[in-house]
């Protein structure tokens, strides 16, 4: 019998796996104490003395689509399951075998909910052990780490039963909720006696009798070994690394092939990710692995490259279907492919909430947009300005406080400190959340002025929307943060000005025939991108034309942006073709420069697996240099930041929650645990700047001056290695011919010398 590959694969490392625990002494001592114990009662007894959880058995719901959802999430009071989350339930359910589910519908839809409903089906079906869920970011991994938490809370299981959960990015111990389940999981591996009960271990470790519990359990930790835990929310990153060549490929491939895995975000995978996302899903179809996609603005050549990459050799049988899988025009749509199967796809009803956004031409002027947002608000509201580089959130901020004061104008943007990111974060949510959980929500005129961080999972909501342009997909995420929840009968609550949702799109010259982005953001994004977005919108740009239709023209708008035969406005021809050459070489080199890492197609049943990671990247992981591998851009720096005091002595930065702030950091010894992790809470990754290699050298070498010694101790393992950043009493420092100053308001901000 020839052994296919995903067999061979599989084998390996469950041999591998098999090693590192029989190479432990702890379970296997070379001398054990009962020499007479046969080989039986020494595996018997070391299996108690690891004392892995058991795999998850999911079992299929019973109970009806409403009921499954009250069970599982914690729904507002009078909310019922939406159209779209009852047609996925319906297809995981009825799909001929287990295979991909893709789901397309609008922001705030409930896609989430959807797909860890339709992953316990699918899990049920396939005997997958485990969900992993893939994200864009780490940041959107932390807010989705407690939501897959409580979800996991709420399951079925068996009583004590124990579930072994990650979060699976570089700074998951930093995390509160992570950090809880890291604690309940420490204990000593040790043989356990074989007169001895197996008993479960509770937080601390040690023995008694415990309910069921979430835990990182202790020997699934490392580079390794922590993807094979059962549950796990984390960066796409490390979904990526099972489609690039390197060490431990194999367990890799066995961290997900036990699980259903979802995919958030699809949408916001370039074409260098995407190279290496399309070869795993065609091992994940190799492997009967049940994914599920999600995205609320998915073009359809994307769609089709999805279902076609999962369905690998089997796609070349059912052409027509493929081709209706991209000619599908209904939205929101649901998308199945089962091993062997044509694509199945399904069209549910929108769920009836529906809004209309009024698009209006901005001059790219930072006192017309002070003097506009002074009119607009004359009589309170709260407005989002949205910049697609930080250098314009900054210099926006500045006039803008000017105008309003300091208090009516927050800033936020990705170079932040950690802590303080994360702090943004929850008091945007405190202040612009949804209706009941914003019990702070500002009574007089407010302005968060921010980068593309606001289009990211946060759950906020806003009276009026001023946006730079972007490509249209990412446009309409941000204008799911327009209006985003009724606030009053005819939304009567809102200042009465701003009770129509508008947005006006500013960041281009709108003068000539052609418009024209600004520079910062032709650099973020293409100038082929950003006039197709501009093309499509012309519609609601002119005079008396009509809004955007949330959620009915999502789908329509994204096509026409990204269809290969997309019309062209009169008087644009020239110009867009010159942006689309540059746009296809620069995918094109993308997608090259991908390949050469990529693992290679499943082969042929038989084949050895000798040499399939040859040429490869060596180790694969989630620090700065792992993400480089799966993701295209110029290397970025990370550094932790701290402070030296006026008495010349290092501390953590002063401004950070009590307990946390000014603690000292000696330079001749190791920090105590406490300080060195509230330092190590403050990374900061530096901005573009640094990303040029000669820039980048120079800054490396210049942070490296400063490396206390006693700091690179396993006694100090949360700042060894690290490079780290040293502010003045002022929070300023030079770094590699810039001056940086950095404060809790406005983040980093980085000027020459």
Known sequence: ??????????????????????????????????????????????????????????????????????????????????????????????????????????????????????????????????????????????????????????????????????????????????????????????????????????????????????????????????????????????????????RHLALRHLAVAGKVVIIDEAHAYDTYMSTYLDRVLSWLGAYGVPVVVL?????????????????????????????????????????????????????????????????????DDLGVLADRLEAELVDGGCALVVRNTVQRVLETARVLRDRFGEGAVTVAHSCFIDVDRAAKDAALLSRFGPPGKAKDRPTQRHIVVASQVAEQSLDVDFDLLVSDLCPVDLLLQRMGRLHRHQRGDGQAERPSRLRTARCLLTGVDWAGEVPVPVRGSVAVYGEYPLLRSAAVLLDHLEGDAPPVRLPQDISLLVQGAYARDSAVPAGWAEAMARARQRYEDFRGDQAERAAVFRLDPVGRPGRSLVGWVSSGVGDADDTRAGRAQVRDGRESLEVIVVQRRADGALATVGWIEPGKAGLELPEDRAPDARAAKAAAACGLRLPYQFSFPEVLDRAIAELEQFCPQAWQSKESHWLAGELILVLDADCQTPLAGFQLRYSDVDGLEVTRD
């Open 1 to 246: 019998m020839k052994l296919p590959q995903p067999v061979q694969v599989l084998l390996s490392a469950l041999v591998i796996v098999a090693d590192w625990i029989a190479s432990n002494p702890d379970l296997f001592p070379y001398f054990p104490q009962a020499a007479h114990q046969r080989g039986e009662e020494r595996v018997a007894a070391a299996w108690r003395g690891l004392q892995l959880p058991p795999r998850w058995r999911a079992a299929e719901p019973v109970e009806g689509i409403p009921e499954l959802f009250a069970s599982r999430f914690d729904l507002p009071s009078g909310a019922e399951v939406r159209p779209v989350q009852e047609a996925a339930v319906g297809l995981a359910r009825t799909m001929p075998e287990p295979g991909l589910l893709v789901i397309e519908a609008p922001m705030g839809e409930g896609k989430t909910e959807a797909a860890l409903a339709a992953a316990e089906i699918l899990a049920a079906r396939s005997g997958a052990g485990g969900v992993f869920f893939a994200l864009p970011t780490m940041a959107t991994g932390n807010a989705m780490f407690p939501r897959l938490l409580d979800w996991l809370e709420r399951l079925p299981t068996e009583d004590g039963a124990r579930l072994s959960v990650l979060l699976a990015h570089s700074k998951a111990a930093l995390n509160e909720d992570f950090a809880d389940l890291l604690r309940a999981g420490t204990q000593q591996i040790a043989a356990v006696g074989l007169d001895e009960e197996d008993r479960p271990v509770r937080p601390g470790g040690e023995g008694s009798v415990a309910s069921a519990e979430l835990v990182a359990h202790s020997w699934l930790r490392g580079r390794k070994k922590a993807m094979l835990s059962s549950f796990v929310a984390g960066t796409v990153d490390q979904l990526l690394f099972a489609g690039l060549k390197s």
């Open 295 to 363: 995205s609320a603005t998915l073009p359809a050549s994307r769609r089709r490259q999805l279902a076609e990459a999962y369905a690998g050799e089997s796609a070349d049988g059912c052409a027509e279907g493929f081709a209706a899988v991209e000619a599908a025009e209904a939205y929101p749509l649901l998308t199945a492919v089962a091993p062997g199967s044509a694509p199945m796809l399904e069209a549910p009803p929108a769920s009836g909430r529906s809004s209309g956004v009024h698009l209006e031409r901005l001059e």
